[in-house]
């Protein structure tokens, strides 16, 4: 999708006047995207996750998938979970297949394209409370209460804020990758049905290149998001 080069080369002139206020939404638009080191099209999207990890008010992770191992390349990392996640969000949209670089906003709709993703990001949401915290070597997560909204899985995401990859092979051999907010770990703690939760997990347990956390109380089957937050762990 050569698009992407164009679009997001204009994505820091489409993000300006559209930023969310503090009082307008009290958590984080959870933008996901799906992206492969062996893929062609996927710097550029990258570029503009990187972009959108900056803004206050989004919660920016990139899921690395393993489909793009046959161009000749493995992604070191990527993540068999990853695919597993976008095949359910393929089937939800109704898309033929999966493919890379595809975003998908708050569980509820995917993008190929910027505009669709700035509209999002002023668009109003469900924020059910949920808090992180780092204690006595324990990630503590409390999950509020909301009645009114659909059984949902709260689910554990980690991940590395930045890392640069020299590609060898591949389709994109020859260049130095710059990725942000890298999937890392993905574990459903539970299910949260509209009374306030909480969970526990051994900071020890966690992969020790993760730099930050997120937690996604997300409806069964990688349906809508209602609540988000993140921390870094150090």
């Known amino acids: 999708m050569n698009s992407w080069i164009r679009l997001c080369l204009t994505a ?100 190929i394209d910027t505009p669709t993703i700035v509209q999002a990001l002023s668009e109003p949401r469900v924020a059910v409370p949920v808090t992180l915290a780092v204690d006595a070597g324990q990630l503590v997560v409390d999950v509020g209460e909301k009645q009114g909204e659909r059984a949902s899985d709260v689910v554990l995401v980690t991940y590395l804020r930045h890392a640069e990859t020299s590609v060898r092979r591949g389709e994109n051999s020859g260049k130095s990758l710059e990725e942000f907010n890298i999937v890392r770990s993905i574990r459903t703690l539970g299910e949260w049905k509209g009374a306030a939760a909480n969970y526990k997990v051994s900071a020890s347990s966690l992969p020790s290149d993760a730099t930050d956390v997120a937690v996604l109380v997300q409806t069964h089957g990688e349906g809508p998001i209602v609540g988000a937050a993140a921390k870094p762990l150090h």
């Open 12 to 111: 820091g002139v489409a993000l300006v006047g559209t930023a969310v206020q503090a009082d307008e939404a009290s958590r984080p638009v959870v933008i996901e995207l799906f992206t492969a080191q062996g893929c062609s099209s996927c710097p550029p999207a990258d570029a503009y996750l990187g972009q959108l990890s900056e803004r206050p008010g989004v919660l920016a992770l990139a899921f690395h998938v393993d489909y793009w191992d046959s161009s000749g390349w493995r992604d070191r990392f990527e993540l068999r979970q990853a695919v597993e996640r976008q095949n359910v969000y393929v089937r939800n949209f109704r898309r033929p297949s999966a493919f890379t670089p595809q975003f998908v906003i708050d569980g509820r709709k995917d993008a």
